[in-house]
């Protein structure tokens, strides 16, 4: 019980302070030269990790599965964390970080589609609380300042589409495993985004420097890398629902970690969308725990 404990205040902690430092080093690089950089470290920290559950399961993979892999790596790479970087470039970094922890309920409205998990009343109640939320993170009739509705649209359709992501891994984890797929569709997706960014002729190491390498190597190593190990490890020696009490915790954390390393600002309108997609989480976590259970 310790070590579940231990390892959610980890991932929490880690994921809560991505958007801070993706909102210090976006300044600095261009939103997809990030993105791809990110998440070929991330990809390759976590290679030794699935190699280990691969023999350990004894994995065997099929073409399908590659191509299962690589299309999940364009959604969630090229598409999703695209969209999830350029919100935060384009809003403050607690805003983006609450409508993006809104994506659990996104993959429950897929999985409704893709899975044998079906959508019920509970959920749909859920999902109209996270969506109230989102309006009143918005503030669209009165945008606070450092927001923008473009940023908080492209933090949305971030957060829908790595709904998408996650509702396709959801389909193959338990024969693949949860660090195997990870590790590869973010290989994957970063081969994807090599080839996007020579395409548009974008920089790909042009613009690290020493004064952001470190911010540079905290988002690969640290958040795609550690990150997502833990929240992977909680899983492994618990259930996804407990794993996902992540996701339901960094409402709380991300603003906190906004306000003091970037002086952000939250108005009543931030405090009462926190508010909101917090119960919304709450309410998924506990439909998904009832269910475990």
């Not at 302070?17 to 939103?31: C, F, I, P, Y």
Request: hydrophobic share 55%.
């Amino acid at each position: 019980m310790k070590r579940i404990i231990v390892y959610i205040i980890i991932s929490t902690t880690l994921f809560s302070s991505m958007e801070v430092v993706l909102k210090a080093v976006g300044n600095q690089l261009d939103a997809f030269q990030i993105t791809f950089i990110r998440f070929l470290i991330g990809g390759l920290f976590l290679l030794p990790f699935a190699y280990k559950e691969i023999k350990r399961r004894g994995t065997k993979f099929t073409k399908a599965d590659y191509r299962h892999m690589i299309l999940m790596g364009i959604v969630c790479i090229c598409l999703s964390m695209s969209f999830f970087q350029l919100g935060v470039d384009n809003s403050n970094a607690s805003t983006a970080a609450v409508i993006f922890c809104l994506n659990p309920l996104f993959t429950m409205v897929f999985a409704h589609f893709m899975t044998e998990e079906k959508l019920n009343k509970t959920k749909v109640i859920a999902l109209c609380f996270g969506i109230v939320g989102i309006v009143f993170m918005i503030n669209p009739w009165d945008v606070n300042p450092g927001d923008s509705l473009l940023g908080a649209s492209f933090s949305f359709i971030a957060a829908l589409v790595f709904g998408l992501y996650s509702a396709m891994g959801r389909t193959s984890i338990h024969r693949l495993g949860g660090i195997t797929q990870t590790s590869l569709s973010f290989v994957f997706g970063s081969i994807a985004m090599f080839i996007v960014l020579l395409v548009a002729d974008k920089p790909i190491v042009s613009g690290i420097n020493t004064g952001n390498i470190a911010m540079v190597l905290y988002v690969g190593v640290m958040v795609t890398g550690l990150g997502y190990l833990f929240y992977f490890l909680i899983m492994q020696i618990s259930d996804a629902a407990t794993a996902s009490i992540v996701f339901f915790i960094k409402p709380i954390f991300a603003p906190i970690m906004a306000v003091i390393l970037l002086n952000e600002a939250i108005r009543l309108n931030g405090i009462i969308g926190i508010a909101l997609i917090f119960i919304s989480s709450y309410i998924n976590l506990r439909e998904h725990r009832r269910k475990v259970n």
